[in-house]
């Protein structure tokens, strides 16, 4: 749905409510029977009446966002405030609650909402959910309910929650999604139905795009069926960990002359890898998998301060969940836990991406990196002796594996 065919839609719904309608966006039935609304909340009490009638989601992802005292919220689409009000009480008064609509009409009701309930710690912002009118690392967590589904394009919209969340934030969503492609005829008697499955994304698709996005432990749980393989789902996911002033997100081709200059310094150390040169970016991209890549920026300058990155063990079948891994970090940046938050990154998006195995061949010299891996489930399985010789001296090299407790079990 085009976004001005949204904000119209929802616009009188909130004008509606304004006059002290109860609202729906679907048949009545499937309304109530399908938990959309309040149907899909526990405890409501304390919320006002207006906010009760003017509820539209299909879930409560208050619920699952693992909202803590003092933490900063982002509402993406808060409608008639509903999930920000709930939101605001979990935070605490040292907390705070942004609530972001297109809507005018809603933002009105939505403050209307927030004062009858004497909520102080929230704020109402005009905006779109495809370009949020905050800093970036300025949440905790970001939540939405039944909206992303509206948006016509998604990839903006998921990327835009990454960018604003703080490293270690976490993704908290209500929303439709289908359980794969649906032919035009069930899709249009679903959208009648329900009334927002136009837009909606496969939970493959939905998976895809987080990951694109940078977002780790992904987790798409469905809840209520609405028949026609349409279901109401809990989204969840995470922003990587890192220490502060940094961030950790998918590698990008801007990235190129530092990752390699980042590369060519480990190289130089000798405790790396039998390269003694770092390839060309297209040789370096040609021996990668296209995703599976990451970078730890400061988030001031910009500046690369290390990366990882996966390589395919073998093109078999059945070695399709077996990488083979590289991690690098600046050497003036080392010490500083950098390597380690990256790994354990790359370890969380390489379950959600069906990776159960993980390699490494590692200098027994290098003895930094062998106790990080190990210190992150690497096993060693044996020593490689004398497998290849470097500046003229033949090396060992210890053969790790670190497999998952959570993919291929």
């Known amino acids: 749905m085009a976004h001005d065919e949204v904000v119209k839609r929802y616009s009188g719904l909130a004008r509606a409510a304004l006059t002290g309608k109860v609202i729906v966006d679907c048949e009545a039935d499937d309304f109530d029977q399908g938990c959309f609304g309040t149907a899909g909340y526990g405890d409501t009490s304390g919320v006002p009446e207006g906010a009760l009638r003017a509820s539209l989601g299909c879930g409560d992802p208050v619920a699952v966002a693992e909202l803590r005292s003092g933490e900063t919220v982002l509402d993406l689409g808060s409608g008639g405030g509903i999930d920000v009000l709930l939101s605001a009480r979990r935070v605490g008064p040292c907390g705070k609650v942004y609530g972001l609509d297109a809507s005018p009409d809603m933002l009105e009701l939505a403050r209307a909402n927030a004062a009858q309930a004497g909520a102080t710690n929230v704020e109402f912002l005009h905006g779109t959910i495809e370009a949020v009118p905050l800093p970036g690392h300025s949440v905790d967590a970001v939540i939405s309910n039944c909206v992303i589904n509206l948006s016509d394009d998604k990839p903006a919209v998921l990327a835009e929650a990454f960018r604003v969340l703080r490293p270690g934030g976490r993704f908290g969503v209500s929303d439709v999604v289908t359980d794969g492609p649906v032919d035009p005829v069930r899709r249009a008697a679903a959208e009648q139905r329900v009334g927002c499955v136009a837009g909606s994304l496969t939970i493959d698709e939905y998976r895809d795009l987080l990951r694109a996005a940078g977002f780790v432990g992904i987790s798409i749980r469905r809840t209520a069926d609405h028949g026609d393989g349409v279901h109401s789902a809990i989204v969840q996911a995470r922003k990587p960990s890192i220490g502060p002033g940094l961030e950790i997100r998918p590698m990008r081709e801007v990235d190129a002359a530092q990752v390699l200059a980042i590369y060519q310094a480990g190289l130089d150390t000798g405790q790396a890898s039998f390269e003694t040169v770092a390839p060309s970016w297209e040789g370096f ?53 950098i390597g380690r938050a990256l790994l354990t990154a790359f370890i969380a998006a390489g379950e959600d991406a069906g990776i159960w195995t993980i390699q490494t061949g590692i200098f027994p010299e290098n003895t930094a990196s062998l106790t990080l891996h190990q210190a992150l489930g690497f096993r060693v399985l044996g020593t490689r002796e004398r497998v290849g010789c470097h500046h003229g001296v033949w090396r060992d090299v210890l053969l790790m594996e670190r497999r998952s407790t959570v993919v291929g079990t």
């Open 285 to 337: 991209t040609a021996g990668r998998l296209p995703h599976l890549r990451y970078v730890a920026v400061d988030t001031e300058t910009n500046e690369v301060v290390g990366w990882a990155a996966a390589s395919l063990v073998s093109t078999r079948p059945a070695y399709a969940g077996v990488i083979e891994h590289s991690v690098y970090v600046h050497p003036g940046c080392q010490a500083h836990g």
